[in-house]
């Protein structure tokens, strides 16, 4: 069970593939000025790592070493074009917001990563969970940039006006450049306060 | 079909829609790779290359396999597969018969074929319904702008060595802040031309 529990950590804070591996943050800030979009993007993420990792897992036994990277892509590309297909029928309107974002999930490097990295030599059932983690722990960053953004960009959170008619709306949050600087603030606090463990010597300020 | 002349297309891909400035594509090798001009260069000429050669193949591949065949929803794994296949080709014809740009280049073309940036151009390319001529002008602007950005980046960094920054913000924390400033910057094109 404490494999488990390393595998929960590991996945939502201590190797959070977004601020502590820097993957995949392609198609993390694209979606990440509406916290709807960012909400949708983070499940679908969710469900492909999860999936994947779970098939790359059963067969791992059976993909020769040499063709698995192609394999693992092929087996990623599947479960996104099912996404795609989920999104395109049910939710139009969103399929169109994500636009492209949704078919560069393939690309993402969280899940390569840790198909290559886990899924290859460990169960199924855990592989899947820890998949399923790291989506859960890059949904949390991703929730986190979007909330700031819609909130100081549109003054809403999910749609929903919270900061009233008076609000200034900060338009520079919302365009690409807020985008990256919030993501450079957020890997800069999560480095400050929740790592100080690896920066030999601590803070010194 | 949009009517928007190739070159407008050409110029809007490398200023005002840049990719990684403006779409995010391609942050991966950008932040990893961004630390020497000389390999930053490199590696934007092999991208700019890749995406002028994937973004035809691909356009073709598109509209006269799986158009016809309406298996267009099988394009994400047509597109990765021909994007590998492609890098593959190039890499040994490169080392069989230009051993000196092989060396330059060699190590950063396995590296492209997981560049989001390559397969971000293929798929806007066919929502925007491009047609031959905009999609390779698409393709090549598209290079030459995330080669722009990459080296203007490794210049900057270069500069950042003798500079005292906050702890914590080191590496790629100051890299996408920076990203963010030219980001700014590059909005100031965006009154040229635009598409979409």
Not at chain 1, 36 to 42: C, D, E, H, K, R
Not at chain 2, 102 to 117: D, E, W
Not at chain 2, 139 to 158: D, E, N
Request: glycine share 8%.
């Amino acid at each position: 069970m404490s494999e488990m529990r390393n595998v929960i950590r590991n996945g939502i804070y201590k190797d959070n593939p977004v601020f502590r591996q820097i993957l995949g943050i392609c198609s993390t800030l694209a979606v990440t000025n509406l916290m709807m979009n960012s909400f949708v993007m983070g499940v679908g993420l969710m469900f492909v790592t999860g999936f994947s990792s779970l098939t790359v897992s059963i067969l791992r036994r059976y993909t020769p070493k040499h063709i698995r990277m192609m394999v693992q892509t092929l087996i990623i590309s599947a479960y996104v074009i099912a996404l795609d297909l989920f999104l395109k029928a049910y939710w139009p309107s969103m399929s169109k917001a994500l636009g492209p974002y949704v078919g560069l999930i393939i690309t993402n490097c969280i899940i390569m990563g840790r198909a290559e990295a886990f899924a290859q030599k460990n169960k199924p059932l855990i592989s899947f969970i820890d998949g399923l983690l790291m989506g859960i722990g890059y949904t949390i960053v991703l929730l986190f940039i979007a909330f700031f953004r819609e909130l100081l960009g549109f003054g809403s959170i999910f749609g929903i006006a919270v900061l009233g008619e008076n609000w200034v709306k900060w338009t520079l949050m919302i365009m690409p450049p807020g985008a990256f600087f919030m993501l450079g603030i957020v890997i800069w606090l999560t480095h400050r306060f929740f790592h100080e463990d690896d920066t030999e010597g601590g803070t010194q300020s | 079909m949009i009517d928007i002349h190739p070159m407008v297309i050409f110029f809007a891909a490398i200023f005002t829609n840049n990719m990684i400035l403006s779409n995010f594509l391609g942050m991966c090798s950008f932040i990893a790779v961004s630390n020497e001009i000389r390999t930053s260069l490199s590696l934007g000429q092999a991208v700019t290359f890749v995406l002028g050669c994937t973004s035809l193949i691909n356009y073709f591949v598109y509209h006269y396999v799986l158009v016809p065949l309406s298996l267009e929803y099988l394009r994400f794994i047509v597109f990765i597969i021909v994007i590998a296949a492609f890098v593959q080709l190039v890499e040994m014809i490169i080392e069989r018969y230009f051993e000196t740009l092989y060396y330059s280049l060699g190590i950063f073309l396995p590296l492209i074929t997981v560049n989001c940036a390559i397969l971000g151009v293929s798929l806007f390319m066919i929502i925007r319904e491009y047609n031959l001529f905009q999609s390779f002008a698409f393709g090549i602007g598209s290079g030459l702008g995330w080669t722009l950005a990459i080296v203007a980046m490794a210049g900057i960094r270069k500069r950042l060595q003798s500079a005292s920054i906050p702890k914590g913000l080191e590496g790629p924390g100051i890299t996408l802040i920076i990203t963010g400033i030219m980001a700014l910057a590059f909005l100031g094109f965006s009154g040229i031309v635009q598409i979409q």
